[in-house]
């Protein structure tokens, strides 16, 4: 193994593989080593993601299943809604995970390291990279998606949540699910003043994925409640008595409005959910790092660094911050006014909003479909006390 190299990942998740996946994939960067640090291999089905979009990624084949439509369902309302031209998409880690590092292999440019990194440091024009094991490696740049949640906590002007969730694979010895429609948002069980609900993903008629999602200020005092509401979901709601669990995956994943400096030195930069990827008010992220995977490498080779990067539209900022104090404040009603944006608003539309992909003559009329006085209040709010 060397001790020097181009560019070095702290943390070898979905951020850092697609990062070295771009750079790799790039004729002008075919020279540059890269280095993968973490002290886990990533060779477990550890999570899901789902992604919407119109255009293509890399990845689109990968995919488990995609779907042209979904199904919402609240105490007001309940309707299979389309999607296009949008479609939404469901990636397995491993499948992620297989497909990523075959690639990485296969272009020579890209070493794995299964250790911890304890400190960096910048000197003599590099970055430096310490680990665990007292290895000491150099680089051009260092992309840092190693994160902490009190990274997103400390300022008393700014939201932070959490999302939190648990989900099961299972299966059914019968034929009970739809699988050309997943349910996105299901709020039909208790919100207990948070925002609640449960997705449904079929992978088969008689295979799903179904996820206990919550946004809210804290995890549940234990485990066994996330275990308890998906059980109660299960036979309660889906009337499902027999199934079988095949998997299990829960995260915690941060969203908050807390500014975040993502250039950290004069050759280091944060990436991934450390960097604010996962959107403030949904926690998507999966897209918005393939994104910033693109624009990094774009800098690169266009300006030999990795910092002419265009942020979010500050607008969008103000929008989450929005959502995320109505969350916070008002968590039990958030199912009534994600019920007005799903009935009274093309899909497609909602979906690119939650993407920060719509203009502002689009943003308006979703903003007039909610309580205008509440909605109002609420960003007014964030933009005087700047929150």
């Not at 990194?117 to 680089?139: I, L």
């Not at 709020?187 to 079929?202: A, K, S």
């Amino acid at each position: 193994m060397h001790t020097e190299y181009d560019y070095i990942m702290l943390g070898g998740g979905a951020a850092a593989l697609m990062l070295a996946y771009a750079i790799t994939q790039s004729n002008e960067l075919k020279d540059k080593r890269l280095l993968i640090i973490d002290p886990v291999v990533k060779n477990q089905n550890d999570r899901t993601w789902c992604y919407w979009h119109a255009s293509t990624t890399p990845f689109d084949h990968l995919a488990a299943k995609k779907w042209p439509q979904v199904s919402f369902k609240a105490p007001k309302f309940e309707a299979k809604l389309s999607t296009l031209p949008l479609h939404y998409y469901m990636l397995k880690g491993i499948d992620f995970y297989e497909f990523i590092q075959k690639k990485l292999q296969e272009s020579g440019q890209v070493e794995f390291l299964q250790d911890r990194v304890s400190h960096t440091s910048e000197q003599n024009g590099y970055a430096q990279v310490h680990t665990q094991s007292q290895k000491q490696f150099s680089c051009a740049y260092c992309f840092d998606s190693r994160f902490q949640l009190s990274d997103f906590e400390g300022d008393e002007r700014c939201i932070s949540l959490l999302q939190h969730f648990k989900g099961y694979l299972i299966q059914t010895p019968h034929d009970v699910f739809d699988i050309e429609c997943p349910t996105l948002f299901d709020f039909n069980i208790p919100q207990h003043n948070e925002v609640r609900f449960v997705y449904t993903l079929p992978l088969a008629p008689n295979k799903a994925l179904i996820e206990f999602t919550i946004f809210s200020s804290a995890l549940l005092p234990q485990m066994i409640d996330y275990d308890i509401a998906l059980k109660s979901y299960i036979e309660e709601n889906l009337k499902i008595d027999s199934y079988q669990i095949l998997e299990k995956e829960k995260g915690v994943i941060p969203m908050s409005n807390k500014p975040i400096t993502r250039k950290t030195g004069k050759y280091s930069l944060k990436i991934g959910t450390a960097a604010g990827m996962a959107k403030a008010s949904t926690g998507y992220v999966f897209l918005r790092c393939w994104r910033d995977a693109q624009q990094i490498t774009a800098s690169l080779k266009k300006q030999n660094h990795p910092f002419q990067i265009t942020p979010t539209a500050p607008r969008f900022n103000v929008y989450d911050s929005t959502i995320m104090n109505l969350m916070l404040t008002r968590g039990g009603q958030i199912q009534d006014y994600f019920t007005d944006l799903f009935s009274k608003n093309p899909t497609e539309r909602l979906l690119r909003f939650l993407d920060d992909q719509t203009s502002l003559p689009e943003e308006l009329l979703l903003m007039s479909t909610v309580p205008t006085r509440t909605f109002a209040s609420s960003m007014t709010k964030i933009l005087v006390n700047k929150i």
